[in-house]
Each structure stands twice: as C-alpha cells, then as structure tokens.
C-alpha cells in the first residue's frame, strides 16, 4: 500500500468523529466497559497508548481538519465542474469567419480545456497597422466579449498581450501571461511556452505548432490577418 493512499485513509477515517473523545471512544470495547467501569478512565487508557497506536488530541485535529479541507475541495472542484459555462458568443448570429472561430472555441477556452493563441494584423483606432499574439483564455477572463461577438467592437492586440508591435511607432512590447511564457531566444524563433504542461507553441509558419497544438488560417473581412493557435491540455 502506498503511503499518499494510507494517509489518506487514516484522514478519512478522524472526519466521520465529531470530537476526539468519540474517537477514543470507538477503540473502547464492551470488555473495557465491564472492567474499568468508568468510560473517563477506558478513554485514558485508549489516549495513553496501552490500545495500540492513538492519535494525540492534537494529531487528531490536524488530521480532522485536513480531512475536511480536502473533502471541501473535491465538493468545490466537481460544483465548478457541473457549473454552466456562461458563453458570450451564445445567441449570436455571426457571419464573419473569425468570430465563428471565437465562439467555436470559447467554451474549451473558458473552462482550461484548450488555451488559443490569437495572432491579429490589422489597424488600430487610430489607423495605425498593429500585429500581435492574443492570450484568448486570458482575454476572456480580464473582459467582456459580448460587444466583440455583437459586433459593436473590434478585437485587436495591445499592450498588454503576449505580444505587440505597432508599424508606424515601431513601438514592441511582450509579456508573459497565465497561460503562457514568451521565449525569444531560441534559435527557431519566437516560441510560447504553455505554463500547464510545459509544451511549446511553434507560431513560426514554416515549421509545425507543436505537440497538442494546431494552426487555423483564416480569412476574414475584419481582419487583414488572422491565425489561431490551438493547444489542448490534456488531462490525466
């Protein structure tokens, strides 16, 4: 038996006592009882060791206590599981390409089954020609798409994507995200490191994206240039 499972065993079995005192209780037997004659002193005996191995009244705490913790935690995972996932794109009528593209995978993005990569050549409100890499999971979390998805907005990159660079100011910027960690100096080029599996995202487009990634190109008439990185976690 392997010790994580015994451990986890042993937590278990303190949860289902409410105090320590009915843990020491269920160690007494009707023997005990009929000897000792007091259920104060049957527990002594227990707590002092002389029934085998007993937790002390602190251990028994600790041990409660983390018990109930991970119980908690494994109720909250499989709420958030059976949660519905509150979509932007859901009602929409979307012509365009790309946000038929967005809403395809806007529900794998927002519950971490899949983390896309955006890359946008297009012009900002200024008329500007910008380029950059989208974190779309991020961006999902940090704003409401429901404007980008209705039309009223444009989604283009800034300052606060993986990365940007505006052509006229010549003006570059990077940053690492939740999902991803820029890399620069790797021989093949600009790289993304996934910060879940480790994995790399190639967006060079003469070589391959990578292990559980993909690449979409796509045309579309809000964009001049679109490319969509897919990279799926999988889960053990």
């Given at each position: 038996?392997?010790?994580?499972s015994a451990t986890a065993r042993f937590q278990d079995s303190t949860a289902q006592f409410?105090?320590?005192?009915?843990?020491?209780?269920?160690?007494?037997?009707?023997?005990?009882?009929?000897?000792?004659?007091s259920r104060e002193l049957a527990r002594k005996v227990v707590e002092h060791g002389h029934k085998g191995t007993v937790l002390s009244r602190e251990?028994?705490?600790?041990?409660?206590?983390?018990?109930?913790?991970?119980?908690?935690?494994?109720?909250?995972?499989?709420?958030?599981?059976?949660?519905?996932?509150?979509l932007a794109s859901a009602g929409k009528e979307l012509k365009d390409n790309f946000l038929k593209a967005l809403a395809e995978r806007?529900?794998?993005?927002?519950?971490?089954?899949?983390?896309?990569?955006?890359?946008i050549r297009n012009h900002n409100t200024?008329?500007?020609?910008?380029?950059g890499y989208i974190d779309y999971a991020h961006r999902l979390k940090t704003?409401?798409?429901?404007?980008?998805?209705?039309?009223k907005k444009r989604l283009v990159p800034g300052r606060s994507d993986l990365c940007f660079y505006n052509w006229k100011t010549q003006v570059s910027v990077s940053n690492s995200s939740p999902n991803f960690e820029a890399l620069y100096e790797d021989p093949n080029g600009l790289l993304f490191k996934n910060k879940r599996d480790k994995k790399i995202l190639n967006v060079?487009?003469?070589?391959?994206?990578?292990?559980?990634?993909?690449?979409?190109?796509?045309q579309s008439d809000l964009h001049g240039h679109v490319v969509i990185y897919d990279h799926n976690i999988r889960t053990v």
């Open positions: 038996m392997e010790l994580s409410k105090e320590y005192e009915d843990y020491l209780d269920s160690k007494v037997t009707t023997t005990d009882k009929y000897y000792l004659k251990e028994f705490q600790e041990k409660k206590a983390a018990a109930l913790a991970a119980e908690a935690a494994k109720i909250n995972t499989l709420y958030n599981r059976s949660r519905p996932v509150t806007e529900e794998a993005n927002r519950s971490g089954k899949m983390t896309s990569v955006i890359f200024l008329g500007q020609e910008v380029s704003q409401d798409f429901e404007p980008y998805f209705s039309g060079d487009p003469s070589s391959g994206p990578g292990e559980d990634s993909s690449r979409t190109f796509l």
